[in-house]
């Protein structure tokens, strides 16, 4: 480390990558940019008041280093005073490119993980009135809480299997990988279609139905069949 540093032409250091843990492994997996899919469930785009059938998929961001790793206890965001969970598979892209055929896609594909997309979602409904970006509804810190990664080796690639978010025992979301409305090898060509995909790149795949908010002293447990458990305390 002290070599890298040394021989960096940098005016400044900003400190290491942000990067996920892997399952089995003190290798670490490095974020480039996190991408995540809206309303990819019937049942929850219909909660958020759309029509699941009219609307191709759409994408927004997270900064990289909104990631936090599974155990962590995180404080209630800043500037908000509704903060929803929405607990989804996230993907990890291993090999970039552009133009990505739904048929290679998974090619692509490094491993799997359990994330929450933390939504500060009175700033988001705000933006979305004034047709505003979602920015500061979505991307903040410790925004993206992601379990520990798991290879394709180990986990295959999951298209079906259960998906849900207990908040203090009480679950509260609940679906199944199949009810995805863009399945990952589509989210893939899709936004390989619109940018070219780095490897380190992350697509929070989208949450199902039952989104609702978290108070300061919650305890999160998500978890995705094969893929692995998630777990986040909201400091009381
Ligand atoms: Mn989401």
Redo the contacts with the bound molecule.
């Keep these: 480390m002290k070599e890298v540093m040394a021989n960096s032409n940098y005016v400044i250091d900003i400190g290491p990558l942000p990067s996920l843990k892997v399952e089995g492994s003190d290798a670490r997996f490095p974020v480039a940019r996190i991408y995540?899919?809206?309303r990819?469930y019937a049942d929850h785009a219909r909660e958020m008041g759309h029509d699941p059938d009219r609307e191709p998929p759409f994408f927004f961001m997270k900064a990289a280093n909104s990631v936090v790793e599974s155990g962590s206890t995180i404080a209630y965001p800043v500037g908000t005073k509704d903060v929803h969970h929405?607990i989804?598979m996230v993907v990890a892209i291993g090999k970039g490119g552009k133009n990505i055929p739904v048929e290679k896609a998974l090619e692509h594909v490094w491993g799997y993980a359990v994330g929450l997309?933390m939504?500060r979602r009175d700033i988001q409904g705000e933006a979305k009135k004034l047709g505003r970006p979602w920015e500061m509804g979505?991307s903040f810190d410790e925004s993206a809480p992601v379990s520990a990664l798991r290879p394709v080796s180990a986990v295959g690639h999951p298209a079906k299997g259960a998906i849900w978010l207990k908040v203090n025992g009480e679950v509260k979301q609940q679906g199944d990988l199949a009810m995805q409305i863009w399945s990952v090898p589509e989210q893939i060509n899709y936004l390989s279609n619109l940018i070219t995909l780095q490897p380190g790149d992350l697509i929070?795949s989208?949450?199902p139905a039952g989104v609702g908010p978290v108070k300061a002293g919650d305890k999160l447990q998500g978890h995705v069949d094969g893929v692995g458990e998630l777990l986040v305390n909201y400091k009381a």
Excluded: H, L
Aim: glycine share 16%; proline share 0%.
């Design positions: 995540c899919v809206g990819n929405e989804e997309d939504t979505k929070f989208g949450t």
